[in-house]
C-alpha cells in the first residue's frame, strides 16, 4: 500500500508541476546564442549562380593547382555593379564576362570583386575567372613521401567543410547558395581524379603526360562539398545488370 501512495503522490508532484509550466511558472527560454558572442548572418546572394564550371589542373609534386572557373547565373538586385567571391591566398590572374571581355578586378588578397558593368535584375551573367593557387593553407590537401615516408604515395584531396572551398578556387563559400557542378580534372597519366556525381569521360589532355576527368552532377549543392580527390587509385569497374 505505501508503494501505491509513494507512486500516486509521485504522479501528482509531476501533473503539479505541468500545471506550473502551463502557467507560466516554468524558466524563460534561453537564447542559443550567448550574449557574449557578436551575431553573424550569412553573406547576401546578389547573383543566383545556377552553374560552375570548374576547369582545373592539379600538379599533385608542385602542391599546385591552375584553372577557369566559370560561373552562369542571374541578377537578383534592382541593380548591381560588382560580383563578390571568397578567394583567400588565391592568386587571381584574369576575368572575363560572357562577351569575351577583360573585367576589372579588385583583390585583396581574401576577398575578389570582379566589375560586371551596370546590371540590373533578371539580368543573365557568365564570368570566368583565371586563378593560380600555390600550396593553399587549407581546402586542399597535398600529401607526399616525406623522410619518414619514403614509400607513401603522392595524392591530393579536398576538405571543403567549413568555409575552406575559398582558399584554392573563387567561389561564394557559404552553404547559403547551391549550383550544379562541372568539375574538369585535367592530372598526370597515373592518377585518378575523383569528383561529384557521374563521370562522363576521361580524354587526352593537350599537354602530353596528362588526362583529364570529366565529372558532372546536375543537383545543385554548396561549395563546400565539392570534391576532388587525386591520386593513383585503382579502377574497379561494375556493369549493371
Not at 582545373?56 to 599546385?64: A, F, I
Not at 571568397?86 to 560572357?98: K, T
Not at 600529401?143 to 615516408?149: V, Y
Request: glycine share 8%; net charge negative.
Amino acid at each position: 500500500m505505501a508503494c501505491c501512495e509513494r507512486g500516486f503522490h509521485g504522479v501528482s508532484a509531476v501533473e503539479s508541476l505541468q500545471s506550473r509550466a502551463l502557467l507560466g511558472g516554468a524558466r524563460a527560454p534561453q537564447p542559443f546564442q550567448p550574449a557574449s558572442v557578436p551575431a553573424q548572418y550569412p553573406p547576401d546572394v546578389p547573383i543566383q549562380w545556377h552553374d560552375l564550371t570548374l576547369l582545373v589542373k592539379v600538379d599533385v609534386h608542385g602542391r599546385r593547382l591552375t584553372g577557369t572557373a566559370t560561373y552562369e547565373g542571374t541578377v537578383r538586385k534592382t541593380e548591381l555593379r560588382r560580383a563578390r567571391f571568397d578567394a583567400d591566398g588565391i592568386e587571381v590572374l584574369r576575368a572575363f564576362d560572357g562577351d569575351g571581355h577583360r573585367c576589372p578586378l579588385e583583390h585583396d588578397g581574401r576577398t575578389l570583386y570582379v566589375d560586371l558593368g551596370e546590371r540590373r535584375r533578371g539580368d543573365q551573367v557568365r564570368l570566368a575567372i583565371d586563378f593560380d593557387s600555390r600550396e593553399p593553407r587549407a581546402g586542399f590537401y597535398f600529401i607526399l613521401p616525406d623522410a619518414d615516408h619514403p614509400d607513401r604515395p603522392a595524392h591530393a584531396w579536398t576538405q571543403g567543410q567549413d568555409e575552406d572551398s575559398r582558399f584554392w578556387f573563387p567561389c561564394h563559400d557559404s552553404p547559403n547558395h547551391k549550383l550544379r557542378l562541372h568539375v574538369l580534372a585535367t592530372v598526370p597519366d597515373d592518377m585518378v581524379a575523383l569528383s561529384n556525381g557521374a563521370l562522363k569521360d576521361v580524354y587526352r589532355a593537350a599537354d602530353a603526360g596528362w588526362r583529364t576527368f570529366d565529372w558532372q552532377i546536375s543537383r545543385p549543392i554548396p561549395t563546400y562539398l565539392l570534391t576532388l580527390a587525386v591520386g593513383p587509385f585503382v579502377e574497379v569497374k561494375q556493369r549493371e545488370q
